[in-house]
């Protein structure tokens, strides 16, 4: 029975550390490669939709010119557009006026890196460049309607696009429709959007506002199990973020028909791009992949269900948000309560323990902006957390100590029978039952606290808070691994080393871990099993390496968690007359 539940116990250890090591390091593995298509095929048009009784269509949404390719010789040169500028708060940028495109867009408050030579994120940019990644809004109409497509040069009017001044893009048809787009932007990253057909053709319409954003190619994930990254949004109250790019590409397109209210975009681990239509109206919301010309083309699309029929001299208005920024948690939570948009706090991913990840959030943000140091609130949520949890660790270290108090006699029963594993069970429980020691008293409580562990490390990875966030000394980025790693004799050489030997770039913080796990595993009884003990005695080493890629925010949670656990078990073995030689 012992040898049994050494065994087991074994087992359950290891498939944990190897769960955590695929989990949290490698990610997911890639899928296999998908066959390429042709490369020459035609960019795909949308197929007519019934809309209100007649039959509706827009032009053809990427054009040669937009993917990169060279037009045909016949075709006449484009037409010179000359971009709207966005000069706002915290964004800079343009709109393109071929196709009031939103595609050059630059966050002011954020960086690539820390440091000399730290260029500010640039999220959206223009095709045919790599990684493009834009928004475009437009309508469709029943299909006598001539309407602006992408490679439509608009007029502009208002100068450069400001917090404090909205511009106008307008374009008129030759059947006498005008079409206008009032741009504006508030003191962050959100964009109104105000679409205007005014009908001054000899017919009535039949129209419908959409917004789009596209990503041609495919971005570059971290393809972690607990973040979310692709297509994301909410409709009718639901969140929806289950699929991601492979998914999109391999399943084929999503439609979310007949919502009164939501959003959709597409998600990364700090930005976000997101439609927000106009809440008090239905639409749909589709997310589609194609293969145009040999790039992957991924789109977030709403359209406005039923459309409105504009009568002769008629005008009809559409209002419409978009929002192309960082995943604050305090702006995403007041844009969706301002705006009234259901579940657009969800754009963080919290995941399953949100009961948990939400107030630890929250705890580490009031101590953040009370010390105005993102490391030394750890520390302090570190300590709520141990008192939080003391009584519980208290019969777990006192139950421990126990154990260790008694591996002398069990080490003399193992030996007095050696050869009768059953008398070896019953003397092992005998002496438990004397000596009132319970063997899983000190697991229980342990096991009560992984989810807590669990939702901070989530809490630590999916918010943008502790990115660039200094600590004390050699660490200016904590949501960046150690950078005093043993490859660079801990920050004193500077040199590009080749890959073959990274697994040595382990940091000052991820060997003060694994130092204080080992001494922690060093107060608790041994396993009289020598295979299992010596799987426990490993366990320092591999967590070391496992960790050393880690943000070294949660390796100095883990070390302080550590050290605060050590010194309350220390106490408690002295109370309990236990030598940390016994055993």
């Known amino acids: 029975m012992g040898d049994m539940k050494n065994l087991l116990s074994a087992v359950v250890l290891s498939m944990l550390v190897l769960f955590l090591y695929q989990t949290f390091y490698l990610g997911p593995m890639d899928e296999l490669a998908r066959e390429q ?59 393109s006026t071929r196709g009031a495109t939103l595609d050059n867009l630059v966050l ?138 492979d998914d999109l590409a391999d399943d084929g397109p999503l439609e979310y028909a007949g919502s009164n209210n939501g959003w959709l975009g597409f998600t990364g681990k700090n930005w976000l791009t997101a439609l927000i239509p106009d809440q008090g109206k239905s639409f749909t919301g589709n997310y589609t992949y194609s293969k145009m010309r040999g790039r992957d083309v991924y789109r977030a699309r709403f359209l406005v269900e039923g459309g409105e029929v504009v009568a002769i001299g008629g005008r009809s208005e559409y209002t419409s948000h978009f929002f192309a920024g960082a995943k604050e948690v305090d702006l995403i939570d007041a844009y969706s309560e301002a705006y009234n948009i259901p579940k657009f706090d969800w754009a963080i991913d919290w995941g399953w323990f949100s009961f948990l990840t939400q107030p630890i959030y929250f705890t580490l943000d009031f101590f953040f902006k009370a010390t105005g ?58 002496l438990y039952k004397k000596e009132k020691v319970n063997p899983a008293a000190g697991c229980l409580p342990i096991l009560l606290q992984i989810p807590v562990f669990f939702a901070l490390y989530k809490t630590l990875f999916v918010t943008i808070d502790s990115r660039h966030q200094p600590f004390f000394g050699w660490i200016h980025d904590l949501s960046a691994p150690d950078p005093a790693t043993l490859i660079t004799g801990f920050g004193l050489i500077d040199w590009s080393y080749p890959g073959w030997i990274s697994f040595l770039a382990i940091g000052i913080w991820p060997i003060l871990m694994g130092l204080t796990m080992w001494l922690q595993m060093k107060l608790n009884p041994q396993s009289p099993d020598p295979i299992q003990a010596k799987i426990f005695m490993f366990m320092p080493i591999l967590f070391t390496f496992i960790l050393a890629p880690f943000p070294v925010a949660l390796v100095i949670y883990w070390t302080w968690n550590n050290l605060l656990s050590i010194t309350q078990q220390w106490i408690i073995m002295r109370r309990e007359g236990v030598s940390i030689k016994d055993g």
């Open 37 to 95: 298509e042709q490369l020459d095929q035609e960019a795909e048009v949308d197929q007519p939709l019934d809309l209100g009784g007649e039959t509706i269509t827009d032009p053809d949404p990427l054009s040669r010119e937009i993917l990169g390719e060279a037009p045909p010789e016949a075709a006449p040169p484009p037409a010179v557009s000359v971009p709207v500028i966005i000069d706002a708060a915290r964004v800079r940028g343009s709109i």
């Open 108 to 245: 002011k408050d954020y960086y690539d890196r820390v440091g000399e030579g730290a260029l500010n994120i640039n999220l959206l940019r223009p095709a045919p460049e790599n990684n493009a990644y834009f928004a475009r809004f437009g309508w469709r109409a029943n299909a006598s309607v001539e309407l602006p497509g992408e490679n439509t040069v608009w007029n502009a009017r208002g100068g450069t696009l400001t917090t404090d001044n909205p511009v106008e893009l307008y374009w008129e048809n030759s059947q006498g429709v005008t079409f206008r787009q009032f741009f504006s932007v508030d003191e962050n990253f959100l964009f109104t959007i105000r679409q205007v057909v005014e009908n001054n053709s000899g017919a009535r319409i039949n129209i419908a506002p959409t917004g789009d954003i596209w990503r041609i190619d495919t971005p570059d994930t971290l393809g972690f199990f607990i973040l979310h990254e692709g297509p994301v949004g909410a409709f009718n109250d639901q969140v929806e973020d289950d699929y991601d790019y």
């Open 373 to 430: 140091n993102y490391g030394v609130a750890i520390l302090i949520l570190t300590i709520i957390i141990k008192i939080f949890f003391f009584p519980l660790a208290n019969k777990s270290y006192r139950a421990m100590s126990k154990m260790k108090k008694l591996q002398p006699k069990m080490k003399q029963i193992k030996e007095r029978y050696a050869d009768d594993k059953t008398r070896q069970q019953q003397e092992t429980m005998a």
